[in-house]
């Protein structure tokens, strides 16, 4: 008998994240930093399961020994046990805290469009700890805690001063520098330990990830399920109801996130033409491609562009 399917909700806007949990305005319509979120937050409120549409990068400190918890996170569960930090991107699932005792931390959420324009916005995927291929919170010594909440704090600054022109780039400055340091621990904390396996939704975002790099879509068009599923080994029924249990999206859907996503890094940094990107992603007309634009952003590939000039 076919299992019934959960519907997971997604979080189109950090602003209704906001609402759904009973908090404040967010302090920038893109990025959000909530300091002690266990104590702002009503995990009640929460979906069980929910869709990401922004970065997060969640720092959580336990000052009781007996302090355990996971967070479902793709199709495992991520150990977030003695705190830590974790790292989700857009499009991926993750459920609750399965413990929900007051502990101190923080929460920050960084919607993709708020680093267009930026290097960050390509060298972000870069990081292997956005990824499912990863299931363990980062564990700090307290040396590390105190440069993490540091910059943390200084984010935190940053969103609650009075903006100018200079402050979108202070607090990437901020991100990169946080994400740098976590590389650098991570290498540390799994430098002796075996690779986790990849599940089939890390599998997919490499696979989708190489096609575009390697501007196969200049010979072979958009990538269809078929091509995706024979690449996965499962059949095209069986990717897309997996993708649909997991994400609420279909393997279909997923492609064309994947297109609007690489459309946008080259509408924000290069010259190319709306043509010549139509034609660099697999589309035989233009107008096809904007008009699928459209549907995903509401607006159009030009009115895109001219935002960040």
Sequence with gaps: MRQEVDIHH???????????FGLPKPQHPMVSLIV???????????QRFHVLSYYLISYVRSFNSKFSAKIKYGQRHYNFDQGGLL???PGQIIGTHENEEDH???????HPDFLRGYPLASTIKKYGFFSYSVNEALHLSDKEEGIVKAIFENIEKELNGSADDLSQDIIISQVELLL???NRYYRRQFLTREAVQDDLLQNLEDLLEDYFANERSLGKGIPTVKYL??????????????????????AQQH????????AKELLSATPLTVSEIAFRLG??????????FKSKTKLSPVAFRQSFN
């Design 36 to 46: 002690d979120i266990m104590e702002h937050v009503d995990v009640n409120k929460l």
């Design 104 to 110: 101190p931390g923080y929460a920050l959420l960084i």
């Design 180 to 182: 740098n340091y976590a």
């Design 255 to 262: 492609i064309h996130n994947k297109v609007i996503e690489k």
């Design 10 to 20: 997604k979080f189109e806007s950090l602003s209704e994240l906001h609402r759904s």
């Design 229 to 250: 599923s024979q690449q996965l080994k499962i059949s095209p029924h069986h990717l897309s109801d997996t993708l649909r249990s997991l994400t609420g999206q279909n």
């Design 283 to 292: 589309f035989e007309h233009s107008q096809s491609f904007s008009k699928l």
């Design 87 to 89: 790292f989700a991107s």
